[in-house]
């Protein structure tokens, strides 16, 4: 495929990322997986989706890191020579925390790499994506977290912060291009089944939490990635600045 659209995944080598990668190239999405250090995983979605008959590359970036950011943007101009969509998905969590526990170095490190990399990504799409700069317009997705909304208390509530500023930045950003041809929403997953549990020194949570989740079951990272589609596709034509809960209820 040489004409299709072009997507760019921030953290799309595991994960929602991931799935991302493997929903939108079957929805005739060209993809561009990023990832922060894991090539084996980005180059196995890429073997996916090129296996399938789709078209995509990995580039390495940390979006913690504004220069980074611009090379991977560079490199999308370089390898596709357009961009009409990003999806905001690089997060981390940290280890389970009070915040009378934090350092300022921990949260230096969420805020960098949860709000100001998606803030500066989303800054290169619209250069790229905006009436305004001669763009044909686009659509930007945002992942947020149930955790904007229960506030993540005794676990990491500094995640849930950054998680929040990520929802309402969606919406002054909505607002700010809607009538430049791009819409900007964000979903706000629930407990889904990735290695981020892991990452944060919780690897059983998603079992631990089941029960208490109204659909009595985490989700799984193609749940997330269907909704994400959703939104980029033009069957939510009408729709920005909005947040969608993808949390069997919770
Ligand atoms: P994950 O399984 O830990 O995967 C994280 C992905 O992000 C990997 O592809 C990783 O790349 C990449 N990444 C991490 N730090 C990065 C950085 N600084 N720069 C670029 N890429 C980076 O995470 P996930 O569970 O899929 O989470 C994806 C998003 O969903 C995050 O924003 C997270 O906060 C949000 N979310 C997840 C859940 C959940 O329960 N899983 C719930 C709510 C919200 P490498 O492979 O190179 O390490």
Redesign the pocket.
């Known amino acids: 495929m040489t004409d299709g659209p072009v997507l760019l995944v ?10 991302a990668c493997l929903v939108a190239a079957r929805h005739g999405w060209r993809v561009a997986v ?6 084996a ?2 180059n196995a979605v890429v073997s996916e989706i090129k296996k399938a008959g789709g078209d995509a590359i990995a580039i ?6 504004s220069a ?1 950011i611009v090379s991977m943007f560079e490199a999308v101009d370089k390898h596709f020579g357009r961009l009409d969509g990003l999806v ?6 940290d280890n389970t925390a009070r915040v009378d526990e934090m350092s300022a170095d921990r949260l230096e490190r969420m805020m960098r ?2 709000v100001t ?1 998606s803030i500066l990504c989303a800054g290169e799409a619209v250069r790229r994506m905006s009436s305004r700069h001669g763009g044909h317009g686009g659509v930007i997705v945002n ?5 904007a909304v229960i506030g993540g208390s005794t676990q990491y509530v500094d ?1 849930a912060a950054s ?1 929040a500023a ?1 929802d309402t930045f969606t919406i002054g950003l909505s607002r700010e291009v809607a009538a430049e041809g791009i819409r900007v929403n964000a979903i ?12 944060g020194g919780q690897p059983d ?2 079992k631990e939490m089941a029960s208490s989740i109204p659909m009595k079951r ?2 799984q ?1 193609e749940e ?1 990635a269907d909704a994400i589609v959703y939104l980029l596709s033009p069957s939510a034509s009408y729709i920005t600045g909005a947040i969608l809960n993808v ?1 069997g209820g919770r």
């Open positions: 921030t953290g799309g080598s595991r994960g929602i990322g991931a799935a990023n990832y922060a250090l894991n090539e995983a980005a390495k970036g940390d979006v913690g890191n980074d905001n998905n690089a997060g981390i969590v790499i949860n990399g992942i947020s977290s149930m955790a995640y998680k990520i706000r997953p629930g407990i889904i089944e990735t290695d981020i549990h892991a990452s949570r998603p985490a989700g990272a997330v949390s």
